[in-house]
């Protein structure tokens, strides 16, 4: 079975796509954990991410792996190394968006994606995994939460990692990856249409989980 999970920054799909996996007895991947990686990759050999043919070749030369515990972490390998911290630091944050717009960054990671699905039953979150990735999924969901929500989730996701932020610096990275996730040309961020719209403003994590699984058992 495939799960779909797609929806903006700070909506929680991430959170809520680990707990599904972990209960079912799924694989989680993470597909935005993918970007992540190659925008670490490129910043740290010091490739500008809008010159697209040189992070496409940067992309193609890239081996990226990705495991669940069984606790349901999961662990980022770049190259063979673990990633699974920095891949989280706002400076990450900042270009990651720039990195995955490019279409054929985006070719790559399909077929990444595509076959780590292959390796059983999956949940995946990101952008467009139930409009592009995976269109024929077994169950499709699209979690969002009202902007000033997702702001203040990433805040206290990022204070609680001991990050050095402000509620300001948030809102404007939130607002550019909204603007540059939505509007892009390749497979833009939008609700596919048998998608399943969850509104997460007024939920925790644990009364999402729970709608979610019960749409899945129908």
Same mark, same amino acid.
């Given at each position: 079975? @495939?799960?779909?999970?797609?929806?903006?920054?700070?909506? !929680?799909? =991430?959170? $809520?796509?680990?707990?599904?996996?972990?209960?079912?007895?799924?694989?989680?991947?993470?597909?935005?954990?993918?970007?992540?990686?190659?925008? *670490?990759?490129?910043?740290?050999?010091? @490739?500008?991410?809008?010159? /697209?043919?040189?992070?496409?070749?940067?992309?193609?030369?890239?081996? @990226?792996?990705?495991?669940?515990?069984?606790?349901?972490?999961?662990?980022?390998?770049?190259?063979?190394?673990?990633?699974?911290?920095? #891949?989280?630091?706002?400076?990450?944050?900042? +270009?990651? =968006?720039? $990195? /995955?717009?490019?279409?054929?960054?985006?070719?790559?990671?399909? !077929?990444?994606?595509?076959?780590?699905?292959?390796?059983?039953?999956?949940? *995946?979150? !990101?952008?467009?995994?139930?409009?592009?990735? +995976?269109?024929? /999924?077994?169950?499709?969901?699209?979690?969002?939460?009202? +902007?000033?929500?997702?702001?203040?989730?990433?805040?206290?996701?990022?204070?609680? /990692?001991?990050?050095?932020?402000?509620?300001?610096?948030?809102?404007?990275? *939130?607002?550019?990856?909204?603007? #540059?996730? =939505?509007?892009?040309?390749?497979?833009?961020?939008?609700?596919?249409?048998?998608?399943?719209?969850?509104?997460?403003?007024?939920?925790?994590?644990?009364?999402?989980?729970?709608?979610?699984?019960?749409? @899945?058992?129908?």
């Amino acid at each position: 079975m @495939i799960i779909a999970i797609d929806g903006p920054a700070g909506a !929680g799909k =991430s959170t $809520v796509a680990k707990i599904i996996a972990q209960r079912m007895g799924f694989i989680y991947i993470d597909t935005g954990a993918m970007y992540r990686a190659l925008t *670490l990759k490129a910043l740290e050999q010091g @490739i500008d991410v809008n010159q /697209a043919e040189r992070v496409v070749e940067l992309a193609v030369g890239t081996r @990226i792996e990705l495991y669940n515990d069984a606790s349901g972490n999961l662990t980022v390998l770049l190259d063979g190394k673990d990633v699974s911290a920095q #891949i989280r630091q706002p400076r990450i944050t900042r +270009f990651v =968006s720039d $990195v /995955a717009k490019i279409p054929g960054v985006r070719e790559v990671m399909l !077929g990444l994606q595509r076959a780590l699905a292959k390796t059983g039953n999956v949940v *995946l979150d !990101g952008r467009d995994i139930g409009t592009v990735v +995976f269109p024929g /999924a077994d169950k499709k969901f699209y979690i969002d939460a009202a +902007f000033k929500e997702r702001v203040r989730r990433r805040y206290n996701e990022l204070k609680e /990692a001991g990050e050095a932020v402000t509620l300001g610096n948030i809102e404007a990275d *939130l607002a550019n990856r909204d603007t #540059i996730d =939505s509007t892009r040309e390749c497979a833009p961020l939008k609700k596919a249409d048998d998608a399943i719209y969850i509104d997460t403003t007024e939920m925790n994590i644990e009364e999402v989980a729970a709608k979610i699984k019960t749409w @899945i058992n129908l």
